[in-house]
């Protein structure tokens, strides 16, 4: 039953952020382009398995336990974001996880994969909304608010009831890198804390970076392919670009 209602959870919470999603892209993604199906999915996919790899890459962290890894796998997540519009943004996160699962596996009963997706859409979906090329401090400070109480509230009471550790183990594994760690308020602003702000800094300076230098190359084959068809594509598949 645990498991069942943990399950539930995601799907609901999921299906949240992909209705949110959409609203976004909607009423506050005004700088819309149309892409046809094939480019759409084709593009999302390829991103998403950029993402699944990266996040196969992972950097321990001096200041957390060791199931606190920085990867890199949001950078190419907000670059379909950028390109493609916030709906895209999210699925590419989602389809990032199961290609990680896929490749590797879980190690977190799930949570952490499932945290990885939440938090990284708190990262994604503002970015595409506060300016679409450039990503800063103000999407790195919603990720971190809302990565650490998600943490605090959530995910490590649950990682805690499906691994059938005690609270106190979790902590004495920050304890254990951190003196001043002794309980799940300062093991939330003592690593949960300065990961994600870590992350949401590097992620957004990097993908700064690069999509200014990707951007022109994904642009002028959008002019050709317009050319070719002798017109914009179907409105259907509607994306943000900058």
Do not use: Q, W
């Amino acid at each position: 039953m645990e498991n069942l209602s943990f399950v539930l959870s995601c799907v609901l919470i999921i299906a949240a952020i992909f209705i949110v999603a959409a609203l976004f892209e909607k009423y506050v993604c005004h700088d819309k382009k149309s892409f046809s199906s094939t480019h759409y999915i084709s593009y999302t996919a390829m991103f998403a398995c950029m993402s699944g790899v990266l996040m196969l890459i992972e950097i321990p962290l001096f200041f957390a336990p060791g199931f606190y890894k920085l990867d890199l796998s949001e950078m190419p997540v907000l670059i379909c974001t950028f390109y493609l519009g916030p709906v895209a943004g999210a699925a590419t996160e989602l389809l990032k996880v199961i290609v990680k699962l896929l490749l590797k596996g879980t190690t977190t009963a799930y949570v952490g994969d499932f945290a990885n997706f939440v938090v990284g859409c708190t990262f994604i979906l503002p970015a595409s909304i506060i300016y679409h090329a450039r990503p800063g401090k103000k999407t790195a400070l919603i990720m971190t608010v809302f990565g650490s109480a998600f943490n605090a509230i959530y995910l490590l009471p649950k990682f805690s009831e499906l691994f059938g550790l005690p609270l106190d183990t979790i902590v004495g594994m920050g304890t254990a890198v951190n003196g001043a760690i002794n309980s799940v308020s300062t093991l939330v602003l003592f690593a949960v804390v300065p990961f994600n702000l870590l992350k949401g800094i590097v992620v957004s300076a990097l993908t700064f970076l690069l999509y200014k230098r990707i951007s022109p190359i994904l642009h002028r084959n959008d002019a050709k392919r317009v050319s070719r068809r002798g017109g914009s594509a179907p409105a259907a598949d509607a994306g943000c670009s900058k």
